[in-house]
């Protein structure tokens, strides 16, 4: 079998997942030749764990050369994990230069660029792939099972509620997720992902959005207002720490991808998240409204005791109710560094009255509720990412659920947040199709 020649652009913790797939499972198909990244640090322990998967030493390079790399070294595919703002000008560079594209999301933040990667598929034929992991979590497709069989009638609302916990909301206000100009907001980076189950569970587009939220826990401002005594500027410091301080020195794989890094670029994992600077909203609240009629409620709060979510569907036959908590508490006891992440690792249980599960709870009118089952699996987002690592390696077989996800995708689940993000601005709905997006303008037609 000839391999595919993939490129990886963007050497940091995201990257891990798909270094290991290539030189991994996927190594009869799949061969990691480049390791893209302007951070010389990152780019050696790419290579490092490639070679100790047992894959021979991909060659390294800066991003300033994506084009050289896919042509001296043949590429076919790239897989970007960068910066969310640098997806966009990435993607436009790899598919003028004659390969195809996996891309973590969002697929862009914000709708010049992304009516720049539709006129770059266009133009070159080429494909590019979203990695929507959250649609493979057996719970989800669980859920979409229920509304695709028409086990609740025709979609009518939703109500979703999405809880980040002082542990991982927190963490967005450490990195370079904390200025918008990087990230889109939590609107666009994290809330896309959110979106994007919305639209594939309803199987429907949005059409317009009014948005409602700001920073109201995190920030310099906020600390001051609640009176919390001066703060180190990071959390990587000598003394004592609180809750929210990161101390990469006690966080091994943290330090080596990102404090023994810094010298090369001034990147800082670990700021303080009552620090200045920070331009994202962490309350949010939205109402969207879809092709099919159907109506969205929506909320997120970055600075919650516990962490999950829920989402109530109802239609005209019935009521569908998902109910997640994927951590039931933040101890203060518990150290500086645990999992950050719950619903990629398993976090363990907090030992509260709000234990860690999931249910999916289904009734029809004039009929009594049933529990539906969720048929998980082994590893990260319930089995989830292994099934999806399949399909962006091996290919998607005949998938009833309609699971792989491409570009036209990312544009939909990403306009929501443009779209709120402009609403915010603004004070007033903003109809997606007024985006500048053409493929959002098409689908109003």
């Known amino acids: 079998m000839t391999r595919t020649r993939y490129a990886i652009v963007g050497a940091g913790g995201r990257s891990q997942m798909y270094v290991d797939a290539i030189a991994g499972a996927y190594s009869d198909r799949a061969e990691l030749v480049a390791v893209v990244e302007p951070n010389p640090v990152r780019a050696a322990l790419a290579v490092a764990r490639a070679v100790e998967r047992g894959a ?68 070159t034929g080429r494909r590019v792939v979203l990695t929507f992991n959250y649609r493979y979590s057996p719970r989800n497709s669980a859920l979409r099972r229920v509304i695709q069989d028409g086990l609740i009638g025709d979609v009518t609302s939703i109500d979703f509620q999405w809880m980040l916990d002082t542990k991982h909301g927190a963490d967005y206000f450490r990195r370079w997720h904390r200025e918008k100009l990087n990230s889109g907001g939590l609107l666009v980076h994290k809330s896309s992902h959110h979106f994007d189950l919305v639209n594939w569970w309803i199987h429907s587009t949005p059409r317009r959005v009014y948005a409602s939220g700001g920073l109201r826990f995190y920030g310099a401002e906020n600390a001051a207002a609640r009176g919390l005594a001066p703060r180190h500027d990071r959390g990587t410091h000598d003394g004592a720490h609180d809750g929210f301080d990161l101390d990469l020195r006690q966080h091994p794989q943290l330090k080596e991808l990102y404090l023994d890094a810094e010298g090369h670029d001034g990147y800082l994992r670990d700021r303080d998240v009552f620090g200045e600077g920070i331009t994202i909203e962490d309350n949010l609240a939205l109402v969207v409204d879809y092709a099919n009629g159907a109506t969205l409620s929506y909320s997120l709060n970055a600075h919650a005791p516990w962490e999950g979510y829920r989402v109530a569907i109802n239609g005209t036959e019935g009521r569908v109710e998902l109910d997640v908590v994927e951590r039931g508490a933040v101890l203060e006891g518990e150290g500086l560094h645990p999992v950050l992440d719950p619903s990629a690792v398993d976090a363990g249980s907090s030992g509260s009255l709000r234990p860690e599960g999931e249910r999916l709870l289904l009734q029809r009118h004039w009929e009594a509720p049933v529990e539906v089952e969720i048929l998980g699996g082994d590893g990260g987002h319930g089995g989830g990412d292994a099934i999806l690592l399949s399909d962006v390696f091996v290919g998607p077989g005949d998938d009833p659920l309609a699971r792989p996800a491409d570009w036209r995708d990312g544009v939909q689940s990403i306009a929501v947040g443009i779209a709120g993000n402009r609403s915010l601005a603004t004070g007033l709905p903003v109809d997606v199709a007024e985006l500048g997006i053409p493929l959002l303008a098409r689908a109003v037609r």
């Open 56 to 123: 021979p030493a991909p060659s390294t390079w800066h991003p300033a050369r994506l084009e050289e790399v896919i042509r001296d070294e043949r590429i076919d595919r790239v897989v970007i994990t960068a910066r969310d703002d640098q997806h966009a000008p990435l993607i436009v560079r790899a598919l003028d230069a004659g390969a195809d594209v996996v891309v973590e999301k969002p697929l862009t933040i914000d709708a010049e660029s992304a009516a720049e990667i539709e006129a770059a598929v266009e133009r």
